[in-house]
């Protein structure tokens, strides 16, 4: 039952208690270590249906952390998304699309990825903030997802992208962003799908 496994991961302190809403316990990761260890189990479970390239990736990572050219790393994960939809019978949705960025997102070793961030009481979905250890990062990553099936009206992607970046512009103005991106420059990103295809990767 998913109450047992729940409590196991507990037990084994995969999980901990991280506040309460009424009576109920909230969960979560306890820290980074277990995060990439989830992350991990993910990619590795993606590489069975379709192994990624990771020097490739690798490449894009660099590109990213030290150039800002951000489009090459989200463009290839995407891809790479895409092609596992069509091999395989995967969910589409939004959550879906966003924890298999976070298992790829999950080994840049250029940073700390910080999926649903707290920011000005609000939640962004990935945060890839620079690891202190290296200096020499330069840029780092807001990023907002927007899921649209694909029957949807050109209408439905501009109200998207709007929602979008009126979100990132509200969590980007919280005080803490200033600290956590240390010397380097924040990119503002929105992605918006429609079923496993990405249609717009823009910074705003």
């Given at each position: ?8 991961l507990?037990y084994?302190?995969m ?12 969960l979560?990761i306890?820290n980074?270590?277990?995060r ?5 189990y993910?990619?590795?479970?993606y ?17 990213a ?11 290839y ?6 092609n596992a939809?069509v ?16 298992a790829?997102l ?7 990825m910080h ?5 000005n ?23 907002e ?8 009206e050109?209408?439905?992607e ?47």
């Amino acid at each position: 039952k998913f109450e047992n496994f729940t409590s196991l991961l507990y037990y084994y302190g995969m999980l901990t208690i991280s506040g309460t809403r009424g009576l109920s316990a909230i969960l979560s990761i306890p820290n980074n270590n277990v995060r990439t260890q989830y992350y991990r189990y993910l990619q590795e479970e993606y590489d069975k249906y379709l192994p990624v390239n990771i020097n490739e990736l690798n490449l894009t990572f660099d590109n990213a952390a030290l150039d800002g050219d951000y489009k090459e790393m989200f463009t290839y994960i995407a891809q790479a998304y895409k092609n596992a939809s069509v091999n395989r019978n995967t969910i589409e949705g939004e959550r879906t699309i966003q924890g298999f960025f976070m298992a790829y997102l999950a080994m840049n070793p250029y940073y700390l990825m910080h999926p649903e961030i707290e920011l000005n009481h609000g939640y962004g979905d990935i945060f890839l903030m620079p690891d202190t250890r290296f200096d020499f990062v330069n840029h780092c990553y807001l990023a907002e997802f927007k899921y649209l099936k694909t029957n949807c009206e050109p209408k439905d992607e501009d109200d998207a992208f709007a929602a979008a970046k009126a979100q990132l512009d509200f969590y980007a103005a919280d005080s803490k962003i200033v600290k956590m991106i240390s010397n380097s420059k924040l990119h503002k990103i929105v992605m918006i799908f429609k079923g496993g295809d990405m249609v717009k990767l823009e910074e705003v």
